[in-house]
T-cell receptor, first 114, second 117 residues
Framework: DARVTQTPRHKVTEMGQEVTMRCQPI?????VFWYRQTMMQGLELLAY????????DSGMPKDRFSAEMPDATLATLKIQPSEPRDSAVYFC????????????FGDGTRLSIL | AQTVTQSQPEMSVQEAETVTLSCTYD???????LFWYKQPPSRQMILVIR??????QNATENRFSVNFQKAAKSFSLKISDSQLGDTAMYFC??????????????FGKGTRLSVIA
């Protein structure tokens, strides 16, 4: 079965460090989403891309977060500098524009900022 | 903007019994999709069932079925013959119709379901 692959699965780091999370979408999918899950806010959209171009990143704190798609097989989400309030599970999902199928989710990255 | 509301933060059910999880939503769209996702402790997001708004018939998948009331903007999930493996967080989610592009999901806050032996 095709899968969305996220790395790392877990990340623990100290406040102020740079964090990079990676996502490999399903081959052929042209839309990539980043979601964040916290106890307080639940699942919320951070950003999404279509054909590698950002369509909406309004959910992302611009001063410290950045999302890119260097190529069609890789999406990255970076936090610099990281803060304890960034501790959460970050999900990547991919889908195909024009499809009536729902997005496929990766297994998420659990991030802990000490 | 769309919103999704799940009014039951936690529920429990005896094994083999039936339970219904509630979800309401707000949208000005006429065509859209609704989903129920299951998130076990492994934190995977597993699609349980989906409903297309333009279809009158309620979706079913084995022990899972929905009661979709478009006018009331209600989308509840019924789990029959509950099993211990059904213990998880359940999220209701909304997506605009695909002709808007494969668009982001809008999630409810979730309902934590515990199935008790």
């Amino acid at each position: 079965d095709a899968r969305v692959t996220q790395t790392p699965r877990h990340k623990v780091t100290e406040m102020g460090q740079e964090v990079t999370m990676r996502c490999q979408p399903i081959l052929g999918h042209n839309t990539v989403f980043w979601y964040r899950q916290t106890m307080m806010q639940g699942l919320e959209l951070l950003a999404y891309f279509r054909n590698r171009a950002p369509l909406d990143d309004s959910g992302m704190p611009k001063d410290r977060f950045s999302a890119e798609m260097p190529d069609a097989t890789l999406a990255t989400l970076k936090i610099q500098p990281s803060e304890p309030r960034d501790s959460a599970v970050y999900f990547c999902a991919s889908g195909f524009e024009g499809s009536n199928q729902p997005q496929h989710f990766g297994d998420g990255t659990r991030l802990s900022i000490l | 903007a769309q919103t999704v509301t799940q009014s039951q933060p936690e529920m429990s059910v005896q094994e083999a019994e039936t339970v219904t999880l509630s979800c309401t939503y707000d949208t000005s769209e006429n065509n859209y999709y609704l989903f129920w996702y299951k998130q076990p402790p492994s934190r995977q997001m597993i699609l349980v069932i989906r409903q297309e708004a333009y279809k009158q018939q309620n979706a079913t998948e084995n022990r899972f079925s929905v009661n979709f009331q478009k006018a009331a903007k209600s989308f509840s999930l019924k789990i029959s013959d509950s099993q211990l493996g059904d213990t998880a967080m359940y999220f209701c989610a909304f997506m605009k119709h695909w002709y808007s592009g494969n668009t982001p999901l809008v999630f409810g806050k979730g309902t934590r379901l515990s199935v008790i032996a």
